[in-house]
Protein backbone atom coordinates (compact mmCIF):
# COMPACT_ATOMS: atom_id res chain seq x y z
CA UNK A 1 0.00 0.00 0.00
CA UNK A 2 1.28 3.18 -0.88
CA UNK A 3 1.79 5.92 1.98
CA UNK A 4 -1.09 8.29 0.55
CA UNK A 5 -3.38 5.48 0.59
CA UNK A 6 -2.88 4.57 4.03
CA UNK A 7 -2.78 8.90 5.23
CA UNK A 8 -6.29 8.38 3.09
CA UNK A 9 -7.93 5.48 5.30
CA UNK A 10 -6.71 6.72 8.29
CA UNK A 11 -7.88 10.37 7.40
CA UNK A 12 -11.28 8.14 7.06
CA UNK A 13 -10.74 6.70 10.16
CA UNK A 14 -10.50 10.06 11.88
CA UNK A 15 -13.74 11.10 10.05
CA UNK A 16 -15.53 9.06 11.12
CA UNK A 17 -14.70 8.77 14.93
CA UNK A 18 -15.46 12.87 14.71
CA UNK A 19 -18.41 11.91 13.58
CA UNK A 20 -19.21 9.08 16.18
CA UNK A 21 -18.05 11.86 18.78
CA UNK A 22 -20.39 14.76 17.47
CA UNK A 23 -23.21 12.43 17.55
CA UNK A 24 -22.96 10.96 21.13
CA UNK A 25 -21.75 14.40 22.59
CA UNK A 26 -25.28 15.53 20.71
CA UNK A 27 -27.12 12.87 22.17
CA UNK A 28 -25.69 13.19 25.75
CA UNK A 29 -26.54 16.59 25.64
CA UNK A 30 -30.33 16.45 24.69
CA UNK A 31 -31.28 12.82 26.47
CA UNK A 32 -32.69 13.69 30.14
CA UNK A 33 -32.17 10.02 31.47
CA UNK A 34 -28.72 10.10 33.30
CA UNK A 35 -27.51 6.92 32.57
CA UNK A 36 -27.79 7.44 28.61
CA UNK A 37 -26.49 10.72 29.53
CA UNK A 38 -23.48 9.17 31.49
CA UNK A 39 -23.02 6.32 28.51
CA UNK A 40 -23.20 8.93 25.38
CA UNK A 41 -21.14 11.60 27.37
CA UNK A 42 -18.62 8.48 28.49
CA UNK A 43 -18.68 6.86 24.40
CA UNK A 44 -18.53 10.62 23.23
CA UNK A 45 -14.88 10.93 25.40
CA UNK A 46 -13.70 7.47 23.85
CA UNK A 47 -14.62 8.32 20.99
CA UNK A 48 -12.33 11.59 20.83
CA UNK A 49 -9.52 9.34 22.22
CA UNK A 50 -9.60 7.21 18.99
CA UNK A 51 -9.28 10.73 16.89
CA UNK A 52 -6.53 11.61 19.08
CA UNK A 53 -4.77 8.08 18.90
CA UNK A 54 -4.95 8.26 14.95
CA UNK A 55 -3.81 11.43 14.36
CA UNK A 56 -0.71 10.48 15.82
CA UNK A 57 -0.71 7.65 13.55
CA UNK A 58 -0.88 10.61 10.58
CA UNK A 59 2.58 11.99 12.21
CA UNK A 60 4.41 8.56 11.92
CA UNK A 61 5.86 7.75 8.90
CA UNK A 62 3.32 5.67 7.57
CA UNK A 63 5.49 3.96 4.73
CA UNK A 64 7.10 1.70 8.02
CA UNK A 65 3.05 0.31 8.11
CA UNK A 66 3.60 -2.93 5.91
CA UNK A 67 -0.31 -3.69 4.63
CA UNK A 68 -0.76 -6.62 2.24
CA UNK A 69 -1.82 -4.99 -1.19
CA UNK A 70 -3.72 -7.46 -2.65
CA UNK A 71 -6.52 -7.55 -0.55
CA UNK A 72 -9.59 -5.02 -0.83
CA UNK A 73 -9.91 -3.05 2.26
CA UNK A 74 -13.75 -2.32 1.45
CA UNK A 75 -13.11 1.23 3.01
CA UNK A 76 -16.01 2.47 0.52
CA UNK A 77 -18.48 -0.17 1.29
CA UNK A 78 -19.74 1.90 4.41
CA UNK A 79 -19.97 5.09 3.04
CA UNK A 80 -23.74 5.23 2.00
CA UNK A 81 -24.73 5.04 5.78
CA UNK A 82 -27.64 7.39 6.62
CA UNK A 83 -26.63 10.79 8.61
CA UNK A 84 -26.86 10.69 12.06
CA UNK A 85 -29.22 13.33 13.22
CA UNK A 86 -29.95 14.06 17.50
CA UNK A 87 -33.16 14.67 16.72
CA UNK A 88 -34.46 10.78 16.36
CA UNK A 89 -35.85 8.76 18.53
CA UNK A 90 -33.65 7.33 21.59
CA UNK A 91 -34.17 3.94 20.18
CA UNK A 92 -33.52 4.76 16.37
CA UNK A 93 -30.36 6.33 17.70
CA UNK A 94 -28.99 3.64 19.72
CA UNK A 95 -29.40 1.22 16.36
CA UNK A 96 -27.41 3.57 14.29
CA UNK A 97 -24.90 3.95 16.88
CA UNK A 98 -24.52 -0.03 16.97
CA UNK A 99 -24.30 -0.17 12.90
CA UNK A 100 -21.48 2.49 13.10
CA UNK A 101 -19.71 0.98 16.05
CA UNK A 102 -20.08 -2.54 14.00
CA UNK A 103 -18.47 -0.68 10.37
CA UNK A 104 -15.63 0.99 12.95
CA UNK A 105 -15.11 -2.71 14.85
CA UNK A 106 -14.89 -4.27 11.20
CA UNK A 107 -12.72 -1.66 9.40
CA UNK A 108 -9.94 -1.73 12.10
CA UNK A 109 -10.14 -5.67 12.18
CA UNK A 110 -9.72 -5.46 8.60
CA UNK A 111 -6.80 -3.25 8.75
CA UNK A 112 -4.98 -5.03 11.75
CA UNK A 113 -5.69 -8.48 9.59
CA UNK A 114 -4.04 -6.51 6.99
CA UNK A 115 -1.32 -5.10 8.16
CA UNK A 116 2.46 -6.88 8.03
CA UNK A 117 4.02 -5.56 11.48
CA UNK A 118 2.93 -6.28 14.82
CA UNK A 119 3.39 -2.99 16.10
CA UNK A 120 0.27 -2.27 13.81
CA UNK A 121 -1.65 -4.83 14.20
CA UNK A 122 -1.65 -4.43 17.78
CA UNK A 123 -2.94 -0.79 17.38
CA UNK A 124 -5.94 -1.65 14.91
CA UNK A 125 -7.05 -4.62 17.46
CA UNK A 126 -6.76 -2.52 20.21
CA UNK A 127 -9.13 0.16 18.31
CA UNK A 128 -11.28 -2.88 17.19
CA UNK A 129 -11.88 -4.02 20.66
CA UNK A 130 -13.11 -0.81 22.16
CA UNK A 131 -15.14 -0.50 19.42
CA UNK A 132 -16.98 -3.84 20.12
CA UNK A 133 -17.12 -2.97 23.36
CA UNK A 134 -19.00 0.17 22.75
CA UNK A 135 -21.38 -2.20 20.47
CA UNK A 136 -21.95 -4.84 23.14
CA UNK A 137 -23.20 -1.86 25.80
CA UNK A 138 -25.42 -0.25 23.12
CA UNK A 139 -26.70 -3.95 22.32
CA UNK A 140 -27.77 -4.34 26.00
CA UNK A 141 -29.04 -1.07 26.04
CA UNK A 142 -31.49 -1.53 23.09
CA UNK A 143 -32.68 -4.89 23.99
CA UNK A 144 -33.44 -3.37 27.36
CA UNK A 145 -35.60 -0.66 25.37
CA UNK A 146 -37.09 -2.73 23.02
CA UNK A 147 -38.25 -5.47 24.33
CA UNK A 148 -38.97 -4.66 27.69
CA UNK A 149 -39.78 -7.41 30.58
CA UNK A 150 -43.61 -7.62 31.34
CA UNK A 151 -44.92 -9.64 33.87
Not at 57 to 79: C, I, Q
Request: avoid cysteine.
Amino acid sequence: MKADDAKKIISTAIDREVEAYTFYRGVADKVKDPALKSLFAELAGEEKKHREFLQGMLTKDVAKMHFDASHDYKVADTLPTPALTVDMKPLEGIVISIKKELEAMQMYTQLANLSKDVETQLLFSQLANMERGHKARLEDIYTNMAFPEKW
